[in-house]
């Protein structure tokens, strides 16, 4: 069997009872990766390693490391990844959610045959429930108010992309401050030191919609903060125009708004009200 160059980076928090599915789906590309790495970040078991030991002696040729670190957030996770990477292309994969089986083999034949002004191909996603996630078909370097933007932009999120190494490595780790948009951070960075990417292929990732995915974020006053520390270090490195920061900000605070109304009508107008300053 022909292994594909490639590194797939499987970072996991408290979601064991996943993991099996995700590395299931890595073992069953139509051609595996050389390497998978798996980053535990301070699960409250060890389940994990448990998970992983089953598939260390795979026979599909895959290098397959487990490590394990003190819980710091999916940035720090990735970032130990980052760095027992060994091949020359790699992706992350998050715990929960699964590659299609061609996933890499359409992103490597692509991005393979680029030049070297290329950071990555990308693809679109399934939903467990059956939903399309979709991406326009982009060649270049977009505008960075397209990242993050279904059916009209460019993915957000690194599991999307097939990545080159080298380009990784030349803008350095995802930024540990960032709770929430690191992904985006990330991509951003990428586009703002000149480099292009290119899609889609089609759909090459299977996102989990949690039974419980609402409940996991009770904290949305904690999930606003993260947003708004995004949208700060943005305005502060120049990621977006104005326009689009005005209008992102304006987003972030109607999330709040719709799931505090009820509990927290007062807390909710007075956000009601910031976002109004951003039309």
Do not use: W
Request: net charge positive; glycine share 6%.
């Amino acid at each position: 069997m022909n292994n594909l160059p490639i590194s797939v980076i499987i970072t996991t928090y408290n979601d064991t009872e996943y993991l099996t599915s995700a590395i299931e789906s890595v073992l069953n590309q139509s051609y595996p990766p050389k390497q998978l790495i798996i980053v535990d970040d301070g699960s409250d078991s060890y389940m994990a390693k448990v998970v992983t030991n089953r598939y260390l002696d795979n026979t599909k040729g895959i290098d397959i490391c487990f490590y394990r670190k003190d819980n710091g957030g999916a940035s720090s996770a990735r970032n130990m990844g980052l760095k027992y990477v060994n091949q020359p292309y790699l992706t992350f994969l998050d715990a929960d959610d699964q590659l299609l089986k061609d996933s890499l083999l359409k992103r490597y034949n692509l991005l393979s045959n680029l030049s070297s002004e290329y950071f990555g191909v990308y693809g679109s996603a399934i939903t467990s429930e059956g939903n399309n996630i979709d991406f326009i078909n982009f060649d270049g370097i977009p505008n960075t108010s397209y990242v993050g933007k279904y059916h009209t932009g460019i993915p957000g999120g690194c599991c999307y992309y097939l990545f080159k190494t080298k380009c990784i490595k030349e803008i350095g780790p995802f930024d540990i401050s960032l709770t929430h948009n690191e992904d985006f951070d990330f991509i951003i960075r990428l586009l703002k030191a000149g480099k292009l990417c290119k899609g889609s292929v089609g759909s090459i990732y299977r996102v989990t919609i949690r039974p419980n995915s609402l409940s996991r974020s009770e904290n949305y006053e904690k999930t606003f903060n993260g947003l708004i520390t995004f949208l700060n270090k943005a305005e502060g490195q120049n990621y977006f125009t104005k326009h689009e920061l005005k209008y992102r900000k304006q987003r972030a605070h109607l999330f709040l708004v719709k799931r505090i109304l009820k509990r927290k009508p007062f807390l909710a107008f007075r956000h009601l009200l910031l976002a109004a300053k951003y039309i």
